[in-house]
Nanobody, 115 residues
Framework: VHLVESGGGLVQPGGSLRLSCAVS????????IGWFRQAPGKKREAVSC????????YYIPSVKGRFTVSSDNAKNTVTLEMNSLKPEDTAVYYC?????????WGQGIQVTVSS
């Protein structure tokens, strides 16, 4: 199982970014993919999750209404659309899945929100 994030970068407050997680080694049709983030000096926190089996989504309160998670099962890719970004959204973002008894993480991608 391999996960690769893309799409991060620097954006001004109020701007938007789209993160993608390309998944290989398992099918999204029967998986759940989570997005986590870790800011400097802070613990890694869950941000959002998508359960592709029934299209259930989850968001932490601080991003609800601003972030949207979706999947393209044909491309085996999960996307996190981030709008109205705030400086406190600055972090390294990771996608994650649990397959069997193992946790799989992407390499992480930097998102910086700053003027």
């Amino acid at each position: 199982v391999h996960l690769v994030e893309s799409g991060g970068g620097l954006v001004q407050p109020g701007g938007s970014l789209r993160l993608s997680c390309a998944v290989s080694g398992l099918s999204l049709d029967s998986s759940a993919i989570g997005w986590f983030r870790q800011a400097p000096g802070k613990k890694r926190e869950a941000v959002s999750c998508l359960k592709s089996t029934d299209n259930t989504t989850y968001y932490i309160p601080s991003v609800k209404g601003r972030f949207t998670v979706s999947s393209d099962n044909a491309k085996n890719t999960v996307t996190l659309e981030m709008n109205s970004l705030k400086p406190e959204d600055t972090a390294v973002y990771y996608c994650h899945t649990l397959f069997g008894a193992n946790n799989y993480w992407g390499q992480g991608i930097q998102v910086t929100v700053s003027s």
